[in-house]
């Protein structure tokens, strides 16, 4: 059973500080996604990493994917307020079935 | 185009009475899922759909919950006696081979047992 183990669970970082998001899982899979969600709101897909070594990137958000390690990582360069959400990550496994299986979400609260 | 929607956006039900949430998928996204989201449990598979049918139904939590999906759109999930612990937000969300699997999720629906 995939378990996915997501870290920190709270964070609160200062205007354009850098920080990471950890995303470690139990077994194979190497599809891992990022979701954003805002309070009250839906999930937002932020990036879908299908292969070992990939990385993506989208404004201040990079993402990256060490199959080998069972790790993805959630890179925030120069943090802005519009920032602070919900980051979750998610495996998958299975073409055919992708169903997700998240993580904890991490609070992410950027402060002026 | 129009995105995942799910109806009603909130339900207030008393315990122990049934209740009824709709999915509307994307358009010919074949495949369809529901999670639900609640503070104690975190972000839980229920239901996989793939057309009508439900190869993995692992995630729903007692024998009270059930879902169909009608003409490879349309799902309903259906929850019996409701509980408290019911309480929850029920996401849908809905895929396909073209997508590459990229879920994308409804705005969900925010279900009140009291």
């Known amino acids: 059973e995939l378990k996915v183990e997501q870290n920190p669970l709270f964070l609160s970082m200062q205007e354009g500080k850098n920080y990471t998001i950890y995303c470690n899982y139990s077994?194979?899979?190497?599809?891992l996604y990022w979701y954003r969600q805002d309070p009250g709101k839906s999930l937002e897909s932020l990036f879908v990493?299908?292969?070992?070594?990939a990385v993506k990137q989208e404004g201040r958000l990079m993402a990256s994917l060490d199959t080998k390690a069972r790790l993805s990582t959630l890179h925030i360069t120069a943090a802005v307020h519009d920032l602070s959400a919900t980051y979750f990550c998610?495996?998958?496994?299975?073409?055919?079935?992708?169903?997700?299986?998240f993580g904890t979400g991490t609070r992410l609260t950027i402060i002026p | 185009g129009a995105g995942v929607s799910q109806s009603p956006s909130n339900k207030v039900t008393e315990k122990g009475k049934d209740v009824e949430l709709r999915c509307d998928p994307i358009?010919?996204?074949?495949?369809l899922y529901w999670y639900r989201q609640s503070l104690g449990q975190g972000l839980e598979f229920l239901i996989y759909?793939?057309?009508?049918?439900?190869?993995?139904k692992s995630g729903l939590p007692s024998d009270r919950f059930s879902a169909e999906r009608t003409g490879g759109s349309v799902s309903t999930l259906t929850i019996q006696r409701t509980q408290q612990e019911d309480s929850a937000v029920y996401l849908c969300?809905?895929?396909?081979?073209?997508?590459?699997?990229?879920?994308?999720f409804g705005p969900g629906t925010r279900l009140t047992v009291t």
């Open positions: 969300a809905s895929s396909s081979q073209r997508s590459g699997y990229e879920q994308y």
């Open positions: 077994t194979t899979s190497d599809r």
């Open positions: 990493l299908l292969s070992n070594g």
């Open positions: 998610a495996g998958g496994f299975d073409f055919g079935n992708e169903k997700l299986t």
């Open positions: 358009s010919g996204h074949t495949a």
């Open positions: 759909f793939q057309g009508n049918s439900a190869p993995d």
